[in-house]
């Protein structure tokens, strides 16, 4: 069996194009036979040095920086899930090359959207959960008092990262609504993306085998060009389940049009 791989640089996705979803979908599919063309064995170690093509370029006029879960329950020593991606957050450096993406992306004029995860007092009705959804709902993980009502707000798990709140407290970081479960198919990510008719998104943020996969995902099913920040990310570790930050490397790599890591993140949006 043979693939044909498009050459050149890709053309700009039409932004709900049910087209461009069928062709991404089956190239995805498709791409298991140029695994096995190639042989696994050669595939970089995740976490590694990649060589793959950069697959997409960074231009101001319709490149924003997407940032998911800056919260202090993912990101703080604070936080209720410290302990299961506090290993990974110290050693990527997350929160530092959050910053410095967040400083570079002010500085140069890009778009930059928040897409936040909160959990409200009626989402304790919810008649059935994965083992992740019970246990931040049993810990009160993004816990808000209520979707109209900041009580209990600031300082939270829910609440940004301090050294974030200058970036995103500006008056021009889109804060879209929150999104349920994991992905952004039930926020309006994709609507403030398109208003803006953004096409490239640099995706970063928590946590990497469940909230930033599932974004990006759904983006490239929308049409989205995206580029995973590697180590302005990190997931959760668990002694059954495994390193979730390894696992989503080894997707991010079949999946996005880039891998890069923060240093080449800055060059490229400084250059553009």
Known sequence: MSAVIPSGEPSKPRINDPTTSIS?????????????????????????ASSQPSGMTVEKADTAVVFIDPQNDVLSERGKNWGAVGASVTENK????????????????????????????????????????????????????????LAGFPNSGADWLDRFKPYIDDGK?????????????TND????????RINKIILGGMLANICVESHLRELLERGFEVAIVKDATAGPRHPVWGDGYQAAMINFRFLAHAVWSTEETVRRMQAA
């Open 24 to 48: 991404r979908r089956s190239l995805i599919v498709g791409g298991a036979s140029v695994v096995v063309a190639a042989g696994l064995s050669a595939a970089p170690e995740p976490g590694g």
């Open 94 to 149: 997350t929160v530092e090359n959050m910053e410095r993406i967040f400083k570079i992306a002010k500085a140069n004029g890009y778009d930059v959207f928040i897409s936040p995860h909160y959990f409200y007092p009626t989402d304790n009705g919810w008649k059935f959960n994965g083992p992740l959804e019970t246990e931040e709902l049993r810990t009160l993980t993004f816990a808000r008092s209520g979707s109209l009502n």
């Open 173 to 185: 970081t889109v804060v879209v609504s929150p999104h349920k479960v994991w992905g952004p198919q």
């Open 189 to 196: 990510l994709v609507l403030q993306l398109g208003k803006r």
